[in-house]
């Protein structure tokens, strides 16, 4: 069915260290997914996006990873600091009615 | 800032109430999305219109519905509230239908008591 997933609902990671989220999705039709970071009375806020027909892309900080293979999406963040701490969603796009589908999210606790 | 606003930010009602939320979209863009978020979820589809028209619909029950004016501003109506409405109602802008990213507004707390 549709649903995109997340497999670690609390990531606590220390400062200055790298943090890796990951994400499942089950819909062979998306053609583009995009990681969002949502902070505490905000809006999702757009980090990075990437399309089917690439495996990898890089922003400031942040890496996204495809693996059409596995159905499988990671989000890197490098030197991860205080402000990264949010709940981070991926999202996939239907290419057939541009629905997107967002997963539940993750906690990303940054540990001083 | 993603220059798109969402009014009011907070809102009780009470169950069987209509309650009608506002989103002004980031300039230039004709498109609006509506999500709603319940607490501790991931954002849900419920509606898309473009150019005033209604342009794709998630598996929300008709008293949810929607409008789009000539400026591109939205509303989001609700009818007949229900206790599981409370949720953060999320209103996303992009440039057009096919274009990908979506910039959110901060959304609007419903409270259904």
Same mark, same amino acid.
């Given at each position: ?112 | ?6 009014? +009011? ?33 991931? +954002? ?17 029950? +008709? ?6 004016? +000539? ?43």
């Amino acid at each position: 069915g549709e649903s995109v997933g997340l497999h670690l609902p609390t990531l606590s990671v220390q400062e200055g260290d790298n943090s890796i989220i990951n994400c499942a999705y089950s819909n062979s039709a998306s053609d583009y997914f995009i990681w969002y970071k949502q902070e505490s009375g905000k809006g999702p806020q757009f980090i990075i996006d990437i399309r089917s027909n690439m495996d990898k892309r890089q922003g400031q900080r942040v890496t996204v990873l495809l693996n059409k293979t596995v159905k499988h999406l990671s989000l890197q963040i490098a030197a991860t600091q205080p402000g990264d701490s949010a709940v981070y969603f991926c999202a996939e796009r239907d290419s057939g009615t541009y629905k997107y589908i967002f997963g539940t999210g993750t906690r990303l606790k940054v540990l001083a | 800032e993603t220059g798109v606003t969402q009014s +009011p930010t907070h809102l009780i009602k009470t169950r069987g109430q209509q309650v009608t939320l506002r989103c002004s979209s980031q300039s230039g863009h004709n498109t609006v999305s509506w999500y709603q978020q319940a607490l501790g979820q991931g +954002p849900q589809f419920i509606f898309q219109y473009y150019r005033e028209e209604e342009n794709g619909r998630g598996n929300f029950p +008709p008293r949810f519905s929607g409008l789009q004016f +000539p400026n591109y501003s939205s509303e989001l109506n609700v009818n007949a509230l229900e206790l599981d409405d409370s949720a953060l109602y999320l209103c996303a802008s992009s440039l057009g239908v096919g274009d990908e990213k979506l910039f959110f507004g901060s959304g609007t707390q419903l409270s259904v008591l």
